[in-house]
């Protein structure tokens, strides 16, 4: 097998421990932040705005629509 099947290989690999890695950090993150084992509902700086602009006490940063950054 050639040199760039190796690096492929190699990239692969050091992607998918990456993912992995993430996917661990990630869930402990939130447990850290909020003390709870599931993702907040209410908004978040690191969170989106999950029914409408007015559920943020800041608002979204995208007037009007659902989905946007909470400011």
Do not use: K
Not at 14 to 36: K, M, N
Request: net charge positive; proline share 4%.
């Amino acid at each position: 097998m050639g040199r760039r099947y190796w690096l492929l290989l190699s990239a692969f690999l050091a992607s998918s421990l990456g993912t992995w890695i993430y996917r661990l950090a990630l869930p402990l993150l939130v447990y850290d932040l909020t003390g709870s084992r599931s993702a907040p509902d209410s908004c978040t700086p690191w969170n989106t705005c999950r029914t409408s602009c007015s559920a943020c006490s800041a608002g979204c940063s995208r007037t009007g629509s659902t989905g946007g950054a909470c400011s």
